[in-house]
């Protein structure tokens, strides 16, 4: 099991996104959910991108994020919010 650890940037925006949204609760519900998948198999539950960066989604949030394996550590570097049709 890993540690989930949400840089401040991300913070941030999650903040942004929490205090913006219609239906608050749903952007924090995406937020545990991802928490949970990180924790449990980030690399089963998500998709490379160059480096060490990797994104997860849960309606309606995104993440980049790294793992850390020397720290057991998650490192979420930033998140959005996406639309669905």
Known sequence: ML????LPTAIARLEDLI???ET???IVGAMREL???LCD????NSESRPGIRRVAFARPLGILFEIHRSTATVEI???WQFRTT
């Open 3 to 6: 540690k989930v650890l949400w």
């Open 19 to 21: 205090a913006k949204a």
């Open 24 to 26: 608050p609760d749903v």
């Open 35 to 37: 928490d949970r998948i």
């Open 41 to 44: 198999d980030p690399l089963e």
């Open 77 to 79: 570097g930033d998140a």
